[in-house]
């Protein structure tokens, strides 16, 4: 099967492309396996809502689900049994790109509850149980960039566990989850574990900036509010490259690691799809494009770069004093950037609950369904 050629350059220039997206139809129907070979796919990337989407569309759950109600399961015991099945048969299917790229590609990402976001110890208790249960080296366990996250990261890190760390939204925040790392693989060195073995990846989420940031400036209404719409997102990621760069390609903590065969953590751009329709629909794919990076997307973003996306080299590397400027003006405007930022963390925790919610809610009565059968 030949590869699409746009997604093939952005694969060259740097660009891992992982899909985010999972369901059991997908893996079972083929179309995972084509979308490697098609379309130059490498990881996958799962997330509550995900999940909720998947087990509520269609019947490829309901044996598995009546077959566990029978057990007597309870609702938390068949989600974590399902949504780790998927997982681990998605690990499979990527088994070979892990193969191929040393580790650094074929990931599958699974979300610890979204429910402990905010509790360190036992967001660490689930991240090793999942690592467990999934039991594949290519699994990566994501834990959201809370305050009560931070240490979390350090602590799985240091277990010899691959992290995807999710919701990250400042580049300060970011800084913090960098450290964590660090401090992840130093523990994880005197405990004896190979950090080569030791993959993450720091999941800086993109559109969702755009939203928050543009609606404020559509309240300011001036000539100078509206001439930053839509710069925000694509200067905030592009910062936060810039202390990619600073921490593991010239900093020297983790240089001194680089004997013991530690991996970089690579910056991922999450929620690529575009949310304002006026921007183009490849935007944060096309202008976010860097050296040893990850863009995790939506099918409908993908097919949209497949199809008229444009590779034209490195569109971040020397942008750092420009995307400054943009941050610099949309502060002198009175926007307050931390709570921006603090917004966007809140939201995105509660909508990943809200999501866990209504999988309870619809696993719990698919379960009664089950027992009165």
Not at 146 to 171: D, R, Y
Not at 202 to 225: C, H, M, Q, W, Y
Request: proline residues 3%; aromatic residues 6%; hydrophobic residues 40%.
């Amino acid at each position: 099967m030949t590869q699409n050629q746009n997604l093939a350059d952005l694969s060259a220039a740097g660009v891992s492309v992982w899909l985010d997206d999972l369901s059991r139809d997908r893996i079972s129907s083929g179309n995972l396996k084509d979308l490697i070979d098609s379309k130059s796919v490498v990881g996958v990337t799962t997330n509550p809502s995900i999940f909720q989407a998947a087990l509520s569309k269609g019947t490829s759950y309901d044996e598995q689900v009546n077959e566990l109600a029978a057990r007597g399961a309870d609702v938390d015991s068949v989600i974590r049994t399902v949504t780790t099945d998927d997982v681990r048969n998605a690990c499979d299917v990527l088994a070979p790109v892990y193969e191929a790229t040393n580790g650094v590609d074929g990931r599958v990402s699974i979300e610890v509850d979204p429910r402990l976001a905010h509790d360190t110890d036992k967001t660490v208790a689930q991240a090793v149980e999942l690592w467990k249960i999934v039991d594949r080296p290519n699994v990566l366990i994501k834990i959201p960039a809370t305050e009560a996250g931070i240490p979390a990261i350090a602590k799985v890190i240091g277990e010899g566990i691959s992290v995807n760390v999710t919701l990250i939204f400042s580049v300060e925040r970011y800084e913090a989850v960098m450290n964590a790392y660090l401090e992840g693989l130093e523990s994880a060195k005197a405990a004896g574990h190979d950090l080569s073995s030791i993959h993450s990846v720091a999941s800086f989420f993109v559109s969702r900036v755009d939203t928050e940031i543009d609606k404020r400036l559509d309240a300011i209404g001036t000539p100078e509010a509206t001439d930053l719409k839509g710069k925000a997102a694509l200067a905030n990621a592009r910062l936060a490259y810039v202390a990619y760069q600073q921490v593991f390609e010239i900093g020297s903590r983790f240089q001194g690691m680089l004997t013991d065969n530690a991996r970089p953590q690579r910056p991922l751009w999450a929620s690529t799809g575009v949310k304002d329709p006026t921007l183009p629909d490849t935007l944060y794919v096309s202008e976010l494009v860097a050296p040893n990076t990850v863009n995790t997307m939506p099918e409908k973003t993908m097919d949209a770069f497949a199809d008229h996306g444009e590779v034209t080299g490195d569109t971040i590397t020397g942008k750092g004093q420009e995307s400054q400027a943009v941050f610099d003006a949309i502060s002198a405007l009175g926007i307050d950037l931390t709570d921006v930022f603090l917004v966007l963390e809140n939201e995105g925790v509660q909508k990943f609950e809200a999501s866990w919610g209504e999988l309870l809610d619809a696993t719990s009565e698919q379960l009664s369904a089950a027992s009165k059968s």
